[in-house]
């Protein structure tokens, strides 16, 4: 009996460390976070409308040991909003740090600069977008939350 455990179990220890090593490589793998994305970067679009049936995106932070995620986001004009449940999130915690990241919208990388949402008004009009692109209740965007204002990096 002992055996066989020992044997059926052993698989699971080996898997979770191959995801975790394959996912430390590239991009985010669902809710596993990756490293640095790939591709090419592209210019920062002039209107973000080309993004509103995107349901989730990528976005990577720490430029030192690029650290990304799969997360929700939206475009309004020329700038991008990702929203954090919680500040205490590690993509979050990056962008507080080092405010540069990079964004794969529908496999297009764009590099940006971001800001956390500190205005109620921008703020309140940010979470009315996510409830409606999202369905989301009320109730979820209240706690330790934020948005990030993405905008074009400089050159």
């Known amino acids: 009996m002992q055996n066989f455990l020992s044997t059926s179990l052993s698989p699971l220890p080996i898997w979770v460390a191959s995801a975790m090593l394959l996912s430390s490589c590239g991009a985010p793998l669902g809710p596993i976070p990756g490293g640095k994305l790939q591709g ?3 210019a920062w679009p ?12 990528l976005l990577e932070t720490n430029p030192a040991d690029p650290y990304s ?12 909003f990702v929203g954090a449940s919680k500040r205490s999130n590690q993509w979050a915690e990056n962008l507080e740090t080092n405010p540069r ?13 971001a800001v956390r949402v500190t205005d109620a008004d921008i703020n309140n009009a940010v979470a009315e977008k996510f409830m409606a692109k999202y369905d989301l ?17 400089p050159d």
């Open 40 to 42: 090419n970067i592209e």
């Open 46 to 57: 002039k209107d973000w409308s080309h993004a509103e049936d995107v349901e989730n995106i």
């Open 69 to 80: 995620v799969t997360i929700w986001g939206l475009g309004v004009e020329k700038t991008f």
């Open 101 to 113: 990241a990079i964004i794969d919208v529908d496999g297009t990388l764009y590099r940006a600069v």
């Open 137 to 153: 209740d009320p109730d979820v965007l209240e706690g330790d939350g934020a948005f990030y204002q993405l905008t074009a990096a």
